[in-house]
């Protein structure tokens, strides 16, 4: 069972926190019709939203956005179930040639971003790709670092970072949680 500790990062910090890495994307990339937001599913979708929707209403530009099944590309497939639902094949718009941002929700061993890398791969070949996350926790096995990070949250092995967004969980926050 998992038990909240503390809330760390409250429905209006979050919001200022997705319109800053909205504000760094747009500044890195320049040219928005070369970006694609690609929400690794189902919070990083979540994610990927809700910086399209501020690039949108600070540039006025509608950026495109896909969503992204990374069950088929996970290093521990097996290990998950011995029947895996993949929910969706496809992304939903064209990466190659693009400046493609994987929006996810929180980083933490670095296997989840590299099996989305894998993923973008198989549907071509972008321009750059750049990994966008709420929250960095830190404990990487693989050499994976973010390009952009609402907050580094340092945590115990024992500790779990929970996003909750409104659309799943009624509420938007960040909270440090504990297994007991």
Same mark, same amino acid.
């Not at 340092?154 to 969980?169: A, M, N, Q, R």
């Given at each position: 069972?998992?038990? !909240?500790?503390?809330?760390?990062?409250?429905?209006? *910090?979050?919001i200022?926190?997705?319109?800053?890495?909205?504000?760094?994307?747009?500044?890195?990339?320049?040219?928005? *019709?070369?970006?694609?937001?690609?929400?690794?599913?189902?919070?990083?979708?979540? /994610?990927?939203?809700?910086?399209?929707?501020?690039?949108?209403s600070?540039?006025?530009?509608?950026v495109?956005m896909? !969503?992204?099944?990374?069950?088929?590309y996970?290093?521990?497939?097996?290990?998950?179930?011995?029947?895996?639902?993949?929910?969706?094949?496809?992304?939903?718009v064209p990466?190659?040639?693009k400046? #493609?941002?994987i929006?996810?929700?929180?980083?933490f061993?670095?296997r989840?971003?590299?099996?989305?890398?894998?993923? #973008?791969l198989? /549907?071509?070949r972008?321009?750059t790709?750049?990994?966008a996350?709420?929250v960095d926790?830190?404990?990487?096995?693989?050499?994976?670092?973010?390009?952009y990070i609402? *907050?580094n949250?340092?945590?115990?092995?024992?500790? #779990?970072?929970?996003?909750k /967004?409104?659309? /799943?969980?009624?509420?938007?926050?960040?909270?440090?949680?504990?297994?007991?």
């Amino acid at each position: 069972m998992i038990k !909240e500790k503390t809330v760390v990062i409250d429905s209006d *910090k979050l919001i200022r926190t997705v319109s800053r890495i909205a504000h760094e994307i747009v500044e890195r990339n320049g040219d928005l *019709k070369s970006i694609v937001l690609v929400g690794v599913l189902r919070r990083g979708a979540t /994610f990927a939203k809700m910086l399209k929707e501020q690039i949108k209403s600070f540039e006025g530009a509608d950026v495109a956005m896909g !969503e992204l099944d990374i069950t088929l590309y996970r290093d521990d497939l097996t290990e998950i179930d011995v029947d895996p639902q993949v929910k969706k094949r496809e992304i939903g718009v064209p990466v190659a040639g693009k400046n #493609v941002i994987i929006c996810d929700d929180v980083i933490f061993t670095g296997r989840t971003a590299r099996a989305a890398m894998e993923a #973008v791969l198989a /549907f071509g070949r972008p321009a750059t790709i750049q990994l966008a996350v709420v929250v960095d926790r830190g404990h990487r096995e693989l050499p994976i670092k973010p390009d952009y990070i609402g *907050k580094n949250i340092p945590t115990s092995l024992s500790e #779990v970072i929970s996003v909750k /967004f409104t659309e /799943f969980d009624g509420e938007n926050c960040v909270a440090i949680c504990e297994n007991v």
